[in-house]
C-alpha cells in the first residue's frame, strides 16, 4: 500500500493538470475561482517550505478553504498529505474522501488515487462540510427573462409552470443556465433539451421526445416540483441538486464543492432573487440528510 502510494507525487498535478482547472474556471464564477487558486498557492507554500516557515497545520487549513469553494486541485493535495500522513495523522478514509471530491470534478489522478486507498465513506470531513450560500441580496428576481428568452418559450412556461407549482422565474433561469433556451442543445453528458434531461429523467417522467419544447418542459417541471418537496423549498439545494445530482447534495450535506456547481447555484439564486419557494409536501418524502444538512449549515 504505501509503495503504491508513493507513485503519485501531491503537485505533479498541478502543471499536468492546469487545464483542468482552467476548464473549472471558466464554468464557475471568477471570484471564486480565482481566490480558490491563491489559497491553493499560499497553501502549497505552507506544505513545502517555499518563501516562508513549513507549517504543514497551516498548509492543511488553507487547502481546506480552496477545498470548500471547490478547487480540485486543494481536494487532491488534502487527499495526499492525508493519505501519507504528511504533517496530519493518516486517516484513509479522509484521503479517500478528498480524492473522490477532486475524482467528481474531473481530475484522473485523484481517481486512482482513490483506487489505491480504498474507496471513499460516507463521513464528511470537518474541513469539507459546506458553509451557509452567500447571501443574495436581491429582493426582486434579478432577470427578466421576458426580455430576453425566446417569445415562445417564456409562453409555454407562464402557462405550464403553475401547473407543476413551480414559480417560472426559476424554471426560467434553470433553464438558461441549462441550454441557454436552445431546443436542441446536447451536452457531453447526455443532457438534452431545453431542461437538459438525461435519457433516465426523460424516461423517469415519460418524456418522450426530449427536443419538444413542451415534453422538455414538462420533463424538467416535474423535476423541480419533486426536487423542492425532497428539499422543502430550499432553493439552494434544488439548483446543487438539479446540477449535480440530489445524492451528492445529500453526500457533501449541502452545495457540492464544485466550483461549477457553486457559480450555477449562485446564478439560481440572484435570477430568483429568494432562497426559499413554496412546494407541496405531497409529492415526495423530504430528504433523509435534510436534517443533517441543515445541522451542518448550523453549526457553520
Sequence with gaps: MRASLSILAPLAVVSLCTWGA????????ESDANRAASLRQEAIAYEHGEGVARDP???????CASARLGDMLAQYNLGWMYAHGRGVVRDD???AFFFQAAAEQGLDVAARMLQVVGGATDEVPECLRPPPPAPVQVA???????????????ELVLRMAPQYQVEPQLALAIMAAESNFNTQALSPKNAQGLMQLIPATS?????KNPYDPAQNIRGGLIYLRWLLAYFEGDVALVAAAYNAGEGKVERYR???PYLETRAYVQRILKAVGATAHPFDRSVAQPSPALERIRQALRRQ
Excluded: D, S, W
Excluded at 22 to 29: C, K, Y
Excluded at 203 to 207: C, D, K, T
Design 93 to 95: 478514509g479522509a484521503a
Design 22 to 29: 482552467g476548464a473549472a474556471r471558466a464554468q464557475a464564477g
Design 203 to 207: 424516461e423517469r417522467f415519460n418524456v
Design 140 to 154: 426582486q428576481p434579478g432577470v427578466n427573462y421576458q426580455r430576453v428568452a425566446p417569445r415562445k418559450i417564456v
Design 57 to 63: 497545520l497551516r498548509a492543511v487549513a488553507l487547502y
Design 254 to 256: 449541502g452545495v457540492p
